[in-house]
């Protein structure tokens, strides 16, 4: 019997929030299995079109389901290159809304031989591309100890990072550590105390698995080319699991840069060009009955943003 399609988190919520035309262009870049997919097709005439990205060779795989509609396309690619892609895809027009479910998929923590998840013993690999880059393995392999500690204090918020780092660096003098089981053991010794209800690895793998694929890199060349190819009042809906993530995307949806502040007492310039994008509404939360369905919706948080004209 054939398995039901996994339900994204926040799925109607994002929908809404893209405001589909039935004749509109839309891209997921984060397919996975197609949950966002199907539902943005759902709701697009025959005139409508969805192209879908993913830098994981396994959801290629899975768009095959929906190769028969005429309406869809798929490009296998991290969705830092988007705008690149929407281009060449597109040559004569924008898009009207892009969504993007970040972080990892639940088909990925349940494949063992992918090395997320530390519910399962398999190849500490993590890597979102198999194709391309280092395992984490090969990483916490050759990283000196400073480096360890600031990647799971920075993107794990590890309080206990030094203390697992001084771990990792001195087991791998004996060994290698290759598996997930092995790490998840390490940490679960290093820590001496940890959040209830939480296993004592997860910050650790969440912390390595950003790393090892650049997450919020991928994210900040999206947020920086994405508005070129949007047509005014386009929609932006962004699903986001990590606060490092999600502090990324509202700054980016309010119109605000990283540029330093000007000291004290120079004059203040205007602006040479408007923001690119405004915030639509407040950040949207999954439910209490979502959550029981689907634990993982827990720290998701959906933000809207808007192309200006």
């Known amino acids: 019997m054939e398995s039901m399609p996994h339900t994204p988190v926040l799925l109607e919520a994002a929908l809404q929030a893209l405001a589909i035309r039935p004749d509109g262009r839309y891209v997921d870049g984060t397919f996975g299995r197609g949950g966002h997919s199907r539902g943005i097709l759902s709701r697009l005439g025959p005139n409508g079109r969805l192209l879908a990205m993913d830098?994981?060779?396994?959801?290629?795989?899975a768009s095959g389901q929906l190769a028969a509609d005429p309406r869809f396309s798929f490009r296998q690619g991290a969705f830092s290159h988007m705008a690149e892609v929407i281009r060449q895809h597109w040559p004569e027009a924008g898009v009207d809304g892009v969504l993007l479910d970040l972080g990892v998929s639940s088909p990925?923590?349940?494949?063992?031989?992918?090395?997320?998840?530390?519910?399962h013993d398999g190849p500490l690999d993590m890597r979102m591309d198999p194709g391309t880059g280092i395992p984490a393995s090969a990483w916490l392999h050759r990283a000196d100890e400073a480096a360890?500690?600031?990647v799971l204090h920075t993107l794990g918020e590890e309080r206990f990072s030094r203390r697992i780092a001084r771990a990792i660096v001195a087991a791998r003098r004996t060994a290698p550590l290759t598996r997930t089981r092995e790490l998840a053991d390490l940490v679960r010794r290093a820590v001496p105390r940890s959040e209830p209800g939480r296993h004592p690895a997860t910050r650790t793998f969440q912390a390595l698995r950003i790393h090892v694929n650049d997450e919020l890199g991928e994210l900040r060349a999206w947020l920086d080319t994405i508005p070129d190819v949007l047509v005014p009042g386009a929609r932006l809906a962004v699903i986001s699991f990590h606060s490092l993530e999600d502090r990324l995307v509202k700054r980016a949806f309010q119109g605000r840069s990283d540029a330093p502040r000007?000291?004290?007492?120079?004059?203040?310039?205007?602006?040479?060009?408007?923001?690119?994008?405004?915030?639509?509404g407040k950040p949207v939360r999954p439910d209490a009955a979502e959550c029981k369905r689907n634990p993982r919706a827990r720290s998701a948080v959906l933000r809207v943003g808007e192309r200006n004209p």
């Open 55 to 61: 830098r994981d060779p396994s959801a290629l795989e």
């Open 108 to 119: 990925q923590l349940d494949e063992p031989s992918r090395g997320f998840s530390f519910q």
């Open 148 to 150: 360890i500690a600031e």
């Open 262 to 280: 000007l000291p004290r007492g120079l004059p203040v310039l205007p602006e040479a060009t408007p923001p690119r994008l405004r915030m639509v």
